[in-house]
């Protein structure tokens, strides 16, 4: 859900950013280290603690064997990430090791008891502690978030959309953020195609009040979609707290997103600490 999160942790425990990470969503978790790891947290709004010592969130932490590693929600924010050097080795499946539910494809959801296999590695492990993002992530409670007009944008009054504030519905879930808000009135009637869809498409149904798709997005859709939300704010996005963050749209361009991206993905440096903090 949160790219952004997920990159991060992978960057502070030197795995490339493809590689395999936990998401943990809208609740804490607790795990027990079978081996020495090193291990990354991040997701706003979470609490790190290891043996019931608290320590950072956004940083790499060698954590000994048999350590217990507690993930536990604590303030606004929907998303954390857990990272460990080497990946989680979960089974491929069409070249992913990630889970798609709604297709029953990848690894099952995490049970009490499963394992998780960590990819070997040769890195002397204490050396790669102490890392952290050289600047902040910041995730506003209330963003204002940039799109780009959409295919079917004529169908409806864009200025009603950019002035109006939604909240996200409690019925949201991985698949799109239903907003709720004053509902957009079409106009102009009849349906469309069916027609290729992505992450960040505004759809409008009938009822009028917007779903934007999310990371379990189907790659078709029928219902009109009036906006794009860019790829450097859906993190913004995903992490605006369900039903007490407000949210507003304002639009760009396509060259403006392509900066904001690359802006976003700048922000990735790594900082060094005192490894002596770090080794737990």
Not at 96 to 112: E, F, I, K, M
Not at 145 to 174: C, E, K, M, W
């Amino acid at each position: 859900m949160d790219w952004l999160a997920h990159r991060a942790a992978n960057l502070l425990v030197n795995n490339p950013p493809e590689a395999a990470t936990l998401e943990i969503g809208y609740t804490s978790a607790e795990f027990l280290a079978l081996t020495d790891c090193l291990i990354a947290t991040t997701g706003p709004g979470f609490a790190l603690f290891i043996n019931e010592r608290p320590m950072q969130m956004w940083a790499s932490i060698f954590v000994r064997k048999n350590r217990r590693i507690r993930l536990e929600k604590q303030g606004p924010g929907n998303w954390a990430y857990l990272a460990a050097h080497g990946g989680f080795h979960t089974p491929l499946m069409l070249g992913s090791r990630s889970t798609y539910v709604l297709a029953r494809l990848g690894p099952p959801p995490l049970a009490p008891g499963d394992l998780l296999p960590i990819g070997a590695s040769r890195s002397h492990l204490p050396a790669l502690a102490a890392r952290t993002l050289a600047s902040p992530i910041n995730y506003p409670l209330n963003p204002t978030l940039r799109v780009l007009p959409g295919p079917q944008a004529n169908y409806f009054s864009l200025t009603a959309f950019y002035t109006s504030t939604y909240t996200i519905s409690p019925t949201s879930d991985r698949t799109g953020y239903r907003l709720l808000g004053p509902p957009l009135e079409r106009h102009r009637t009849g349906e469309i195609l069916s027609e290729g869809m992505v992450r960040g498409n505004i759809q409008v149904p009938p009822d009028g009040f917007p779903i934007v798709m999310q990371a379990d997005s189907p790659t078709t859709g029928g219902y009109p979609k009036i906006a794009a939300l860019i790829t450097a704010d859906q993190p913004l996005l995903a992490q605006t707290p369900i039903s007490t963050g407000t949210i507003r749209f304002r639009e760009t361009t396509i060259e403006q997103a392509h900066n904001a991206l690359q802006q976003t993905v700048n922000q990735l440096t790594i900082q060094h600490a005192d490894i002596t903090a770090w080794d737990w």
